[in-house]
């Protein structure tokens, strides 16, 4: 099964001319199955129930429809009235929507903003009242800027619910509803979800009107393009060194933990060991969210550790591996979690490290996915690892650090700033270099794709640089930004960064209170959420 359809364009879908020039400048001249699927009937105003896991190509496929209706139909902007919604779950994927759908908004004359939690009100409160036609949103946040009276949703002429199973897991489907309810019912309605479950389903019944469904590679049918490995380690020392062995190679990694403190201590750890690192926890504010992100999207950072936080919402393409250092409970948070590779076409590989006191539970839940695989004991010399990362480069220690200062005085000041990857940037050069290997360019916005000696030499990242902007200083409000409707009310549904409360056993809790100082400006991973 493949991703692409290589014989159906946007042109042949009936997409406008300006938006068919955007994406063929991007490279995207042919449409994956979701999007040649959905089109036909969102362009033509039907309502749509798009089903299809992260990664088939969601985004693109609501964004063409979504910028055409209302570019067919010209309005004069009107203050704190948008004329397009869409919702998304997560910060970090809402940023996303609006880096994939701004370009081909402006195409047609049309203008954009995002509003969520974790950051000042101010930029956001700005764009509304200077008229904006399309508000890429979390619940929380634009729920209560509704209740303060500085945006109205009786003009939306079109909705689009992204990955609606995640805003359910996350426990926002009452704010949603509130939302919905506050748009006009004759307004065209989309919706996107890799599964119907958790009262998604309801959604439907009450919002949608006569919708066509296309389902398309759902999230409960493992991709072909995905190899998934589980690996069996003796104890605890071994398991740590096969972490830092599967981490240390040149291309993207994500490494999945079970808590923030873990997710933390094992960047540090990794950076320390001249393997640079990031972390994507609950623990950090806003502006670090999107500034370890945005080194991981730019190939700044080649490992990305996080807690499910980051499988709920952080699209980022030609991520080559996932680790799950510490295995999920449940099957589907282990498909969220390693749907984070293998997107837009792109292979890559899925590691589970398995102590001796979760085989049984990690066969379990192997089971539920529909995932065969035959456990492996290795360690981090055996074969099966060589092959995924020994080919690409060699671990690099601490004692090869000073290979860093030799380097010229530019690339020096970049990787000096990185205050998380402790100088983890010049390092992977340096490790690039004896591998092979190109480095990383974070301006560029090339992951570096190593030697290519193995499987892996073909892949090159394609996601581009990180671009900055977006958003404004705020003046480093510290107000808290719990993202609840005002009045003292904190339902579990109004924390944009998806730490509601209640959630499945496994994943995070206990989100940020915060209002994270320090810079509010927005970093948006781009080449994502295609």
Not at 190 to 212: I, Q, R, Y
Not at 231 to 248: C, H, N
Not at 292 to 310: H, I, Q, Y
Request: glycine residues 12%.
């Amino acid at each position: 099964m493949t991703n692409l359809t290589e014989d159906i364009r946007f042109a042949d879908l009936g997409v406008p001319a300006p938006m068919v020039d955007v994406l063929v400048g991007q490279g995207k001249e042919n449409a994956f199955p979701i999007q040649a699927d959905t089109l036909p009937d969102s362009l033509k105003g039907k309502d749509v129930l798009g089903r299809g896991r992260t990664g088939s190509g969601k985004t693109i496929a609501f964004a063409i429809p979504l910028a055409a209706r209302l570019a067919a139909n010209p309005r004069k902007r009107r203050a704190g009235r948008p004329r397009a919604l869409v919702l998304a779950p997560t910060r970090e994927l809402a940023t996303q929507i609006d880096a994939t759908l701004a370009p081909l908004a402006k195409a047609m004359g049309l203008t954009t903003t995002t509003i969520f939690g974790g950051v000042s009100q101010g930029r956001q409160v700005d764009a509304l009242r200077g008229g904006v036609d399309v508000v890429v949103a979390c619940p929380g946040r634009l729920a209560d800027l509704m209740q303060q009276g500085h945006v109205q949703l009786d003009a939306i002429e079109v909705t689009v619910l992204d990955e609606a199973d995640h805003m359910a897991d996350m426990g926002f489907l009452p704010g949603v509803t509130k939302i919905m309810q506050a748009t006009p019912e004759q307004g065209q309605r989309l919706l996107f979800s890799a599964t119907l479950d958790n009262g998604v389903d309801k959604l439907v019944k009450k919002f949608l009107h006569n919708p066509v469904m296309h389902s398309v590679d759902d999230e409960s049918s493992p991709v072909e393009a995905m190899t998934h490995h589980v690996f069996e380690v003796a104890d605890a020392d071994a398991k740590k060194d096969l972490v830092r062995t599967l981490a240390s190679g040149t291309g993207r990694r994500i490494l999945f933990m079970r808590t923030k403190h873990h997710a933390k201590r094992l960047a540090k750890q990794l950076s320390s060991q001249g393997i640079p690192a990031v972390d994507l926890q609950g623990n950090l504010s806003q502006g670090a969210r999107e500034r370890n992100l945005a080194k991981f999207s730019a190939g700044e950072a080649l490992v990305l550790v996080a807690t499910d936080v980051a499988a709920r919402g952080v699209h980022v393409d030609n991520v080559e591996l996932v680790v799950h250092v510490d295995p999920p409970t449940e099957h589907k948070a282990y498909l969220h979690r390693s749907g984070r590779t293998a997107r837009a076409g792109s292979s890559g590989d899925v590691v589970t490290v398995v102590m001796p006191a979760e085989r049984r539970d990690v066969a379990q839940m192997m089971r539920k996915a529909a995932i065969k695989v035959t456990p492996q004991q290795v360690t981090p010399n055996s074969a099966p690892v060589a092959q995924l990362v020994g080919e690409i480069a060699p671990i690099r220690h601490v004692a090869e650090a000073p290979v860093q200062q030799q380097q010229p005085r530019r690339q020096q000041s970049a990787s000096s700033s990185s205050s998380d990857s402790t100088g983890g940037r010049g390092r992977a050069r340096g490790r690039g270099g004896r591998s092979g290997g190109s480095a990383p360019a974070a301006q560029s916005g090339s992951a570096p794709s190593g030697s290519g000696a193995g499987r892996r030499g073909g892949r090159t990242a394609e996601a581009g640089a990180a671009s900055t902007g977006g958003q404004r200083r705020s003046g480093g409000s510290r107000r808290a930004s719990s993202d609840g409707v005002r009045g003292g009310s904190a339902p579990v549904w109004s924390s944009d960064g998806g730490y509601a409360a209640g959630r499945s056993s496994g994943s995070e809790s206990g989100g940020n209170r915060r209002g994270g100082g320090g810079s509010r400006r927005a970093s948006r991973p781009a080449g994502s959420a295609r």
